[in-house]
């Protein structure tokens, strides 16, 4: 029932802000405020408990200039209606004022976080909570305003419109969208911001309506700048303040603390399941390879009831996209019976596996709200690699100038991702020749063979197609038998070690007339030749490889499912979060 409206421009702002609210009393409110940030860089916030004559009249005789502005009707939700739980809510070090319609679900989880890290709060509201966590990331992240607001909204659950304006920029705002409408209107050298059109009718015939997950940079002068939400960003947000290519340096504050423990583990041993213990695999081939570290992959599921040996000397990592995953709690419980480190890789700041592990590291990938985990994959493997490359450093087990050329393409991933999708447009044409099949093989090497395990997992819970993956060697032990002319055959066969190995295969089912779909290299020659289909990744380490493999199979399992009829986002039989057995 909230109503947001918002000016920057040449024109004195609160006349036209308050205009604005009056026509949306409509939409019902207990509470009304404004910010304005006025000719000598003051942000001045005025609110009050009831009507919007009300605020006019407590706001008569102060300072209300200013050719920027936010304005708010409130109805309320967290916290009573009254002067301090109205909006707009100033960030704790005044610099940022923030209006907010929508509800954020896990604003307590992240009130806690937020006052371990010395934040006070004046209001019982989640929209304040929001204000200080987007500060924070600036701080932190010392990045702008507009970049502050997309990592910080990567971790909020719930439905959102909002609108910020921040001290030293009197001619910028930045908005965004969840969930919770917002249409911006573009005038001569200004714009207006509201939360539906009315406040803004009559002021312009051009308007933009926000879509879900867009970040909005509104500057007088320029064009409006979107950003909206995907894996590339996601893969940067995860590395941003850990990875230092200038420094050939890792930096993992989160588990700074037990570093010694992982460093000379008998064990590490990864307690995971589904996507994410196939990301764990891929890990496990991260460690050893650069830190040389033995390192077990257990699903949760087994490992909790088969009286695994854990020692002290081991190191537990249970790895969770929401945290809650109640087989891996069980694990965590078990490894700490046993004396070992249990340290965590999850997503969600506050849940059951923050809180039961030692330490941990979050992955900062935001609410992901299909069931089918795709962007989870990407940003745990992100932090796998990370801790390999830590380890590898402390250890001293790759020389520096190797170790540096592992650091400079692993910051390179997110735009070889970006190559990835905008070269993959083709994908749906694939899908559509396949879309009918009822069985599906992915096979692939080393670090790939989990690579074909996800595609497989992806395809049977979003398209019900049954699929397996196998590693490629495995093919003439068994799964051979089944190709025949209907049976589609993906190859993860980019150009790495076992390069030929995966060639021999593919001869393999040609010669039983099988269908080849391919993800290969960008300059691949042979692969290409024998294939059916190519689908194209950029040439990466290969260790990363599987960082770009996964995306496009990620894609070829939503356009078949798409085309299936099926409801993507929320499959058959399956939930985000596992909380049973």
């Known amino acids: 029932m909230c109503g947001i409206v918002a000016y920057v421009g040449h024109q004195e702002a609160y006349p036209i802000l308050i205009e604005g609210l009056k026509r949306l009393e409509y939409r019902g409110y207990d509470s009304a405020g404004v910010a304005l940030l006025n000719e000598n860089d003051t942000l001045n916030v005025y609110k009050s408990k009831g009507k919007v004559s009300d605020l006019e009249a407590f706001a008569a005789s102060s300072d209300l200039g200013g050719h920027i502005g936010i304005a708010h009707t409130r ?17 704790q070090s005044g610099r940022i004022a923030l209006i907010h319609n ?22 019982s509201t989640d929209t304040e909570v929001l204000t200080n966590l987007i500060e924070d990331v600036q701080i932190s992240e010392n990045v702008d305003l507009s970049e502050a607001v997309r990592i910080a909204l990567n971790h909020v659950i719930g439905a959102y419109a909002i609108v910020i304006v921040e001290k030293g920029h009197p ?69 941003r303040g850990r990875l230092h290519p200038e420094g050939n340096t890792v930096r993992l504050g989160g588990i700074l603390q037990y570093e010694k423990q992982l460093l ?15 990301a764990s695999l891929v890990g496990s081939y991260l460690i050893e390879n650069l830190a040389k570290i033995p390192v077990k992959v257990e699903y949760a599921s087994e490992f909790r ?23 891996t709690l069980a694990a965590i419980q078990l490894a700490k019976e046993k004396g070992a480190v249990v340290l965590g890789i999850c997503n969600v700041i506050g849940s059951s596996i923050s809180r039961a592990t030692d330490a941990g590291i979050y992955t900062h990938a935001g609410p992901e709200i299909g069931v089918a985990s795709t962007k989870a994959f990407t ?15 402390l250890k001293g087990s790759m020389k520096d100038e190797e170790r540096l050329e592992f650091i400079k393409e692993l910051d390179r991933i997110p735009e070889k991702i970006q190559w990835t999708l905008d070269h993959s447009g083709h994908v749906k044409d694939i899908a559509e020749l396949y879309k009918d099949v009822r069985n599906m093989l992915y096979l692939g090497r080393l670090q790939n063979y989990p690579v074909a395990l996800e595609g497989a997992l992806k395809l049977k819970e979003i398209s019900y197609i ?17 190709i025949d002319k209907d049976m589609p055959v993906v190859f993860i066969a980019t150009n790495h070690s076992t390069y030929e190995k995966v060639l021999s295969n593919i001869q393999e089912v040609k010669a039983r007339n099988g269908k080849i779909i391919a993800v290969i290299s960008e300059n691949d020659v042979l692969a290409r030749k024998m294939a059916d289909h190519i689908i194209e990744i950029p040439e990466t380490e ?29 499959p058959r039989n399956l939930a985000k979060s596992v909380t049973v057995e």
């Open 305 to 327: 009831y088969r009286n695994p040996v854990i020692t002290p000397h081991d190191v537990v990592i249970a790895v969770s996209q929401s945290g809650e995953t109640a087989d």
């Open 466 to 482: 049954h699929a397996e993956g196998y590693p490629a060697a495995e093919m003439k032990h068994g799964p051979i038998a089944l």
């Open 75 to 91: 109805w309320a939700t967290h916290g009573e209606p009254n002067q301090v739980n109205a909006h707009p809510h100033l960030s």
């Open 379 to 393: 940003s745990q493997v992100t932090v796998m690699a990370m801790l390999a490359l830590r380890l590898a450093e």
């Open 542 to 570: 290969c260790l990363y490889s599987p960082l770009l493999a996964t995306v496009p199979l990620q894609i070829l399992a939503y356009h078949i499912a798409v085309m299936r009829g099926c409801n993507v986002d929320q």
């Open 171 to 239: 001619d910028q705002l930045i908005a965004a969208r969840k969930g919770s409408p917002m249409v911006i209107g573009i005038g001569k050298d200004e714009y207006f911001i509201a939360s539906d059109a009315t406040p803004i009718v009559g002021r312009t015939q051009k308007v933009v309506y926000l879509e879900d997950e867009q970040v909005v940079r509104i500057k007088l002068g320029e064009e409006l700048h979107i950003k909206t939400y995907e894996q590339p960003a996601i893969v940067r947000d995860t590395m």
């Open 264 to 278: 000379y583990a008998d064990n590490i041993v990864f307690v995971a399941c589904g996507t994410s213990w196939h």
């Open 102 to 123: 929508g509800i954020i679900e896990n604003y307590l989880s992240l009130r806690k976080e937020l006052e371990n890290r010395g934040y006070t709060f004046q209001s």
